[in-house]
């Protein structure tokens, strides 16, 4: 199933132009996109607990901007890879999983709704792209009608290979790409050492910490 519930050699923080989270080639990703769709995955996160009937976990808003950025930088470089290569993404395809999701988009706040449908379409074209190009990698490698799973992983190995001649900059704000993964802090002089500076560079801080965060750094 393809959802957005979710690179790189990097060159620095370089100097970014104000308002630029990150540059990928020619294209940019803006503070505001990123804050935007990191909103609508808090709520996406809340809503998806309230219909489980669980209680969401404490976030921290920033776990929610990281998350975004990953989102947003891998639709970004999955698309230059599909130009790269002359794929696009199958319509149909497509459009089955935007309506696969469309339940749980439709609990979003109204106001949220086109950011996360616009993150979530451009994820899963991404992805699509990949099992394509991966799916013809294979074919040539005699073999054929690989699953969406094998296509995919060939494709991701494949798209690491052109993402080492991409020019990507990033506000260190966000830390770093290592591995193809956002790492949080990552370009920070200082060495954390309390108890509640480490927590605060963790990936997943612990709900406890989360909780002495004031409201507008959480989720909510």
């Not at 709704?113 to 294979?138: H, N, V």
Request: charged fraction near 20%; aromatic fraction near 4%; glycine fraction near 10%.
């Amino acid at each position: 199933m393809l959802v957005a519930s979710a690179l790189v050699v990097l060159t620095g923080c370089g100097s970014l132009q104000p308002g630029v989270a990150a540059v990928v080639g020619s294209a940019t990703i803006s503070h505001d996109e990123v804050d935007r769709v990191a909103s609508a995955l808090c709520s996406a996160n809340l809503g998806g607990a309230a219909a489980r009937g669980e209680q969401a976990p404490e976030l921290a808003s920033r776990g929610a901007r990281t998350g975004a950025l990953q989102v947003l930088l891998d639709s970004e470089l999955s698309r230059l890879f599909g130009e790269a290569r002359g794929v696009e993404p199958d319509n149909k395809k497509l459009s089955a999983a935007l309506a696969q999701n469309e339940p749980g988009i439709a609990v979003l706040p109204e106001d949220q709704r086109g950011d996360f449908r616009a993150a979530l379409k451009d994820y899963a074209a991404g992805q699509l792209m990949l099992i394509e190009i991966g799916s013809r990698a294979l074919a040539e490698q005699g073999q054929e009608n690989a699953g969406d799973d094998v296509a995919l992983s060939e494709g991701q190995r494949l798209r690491s290979e052109f993402v080492a001649t991409i020019d990507v900059k990033l506000d260190p704000r966000y830390g770093t790409f290592t591995d193809e993964t956002l790492q949080p802090g990552g370009s920070e002089l200082s060495v954390p050492t309390s108890e509640g500076a480490r927590a605060a560079t963790q990936q997943e801080p612990p709900p406890q910490w989360v909780q002495t965060l004031p409201a507008s750094q959480r989720c909510s």
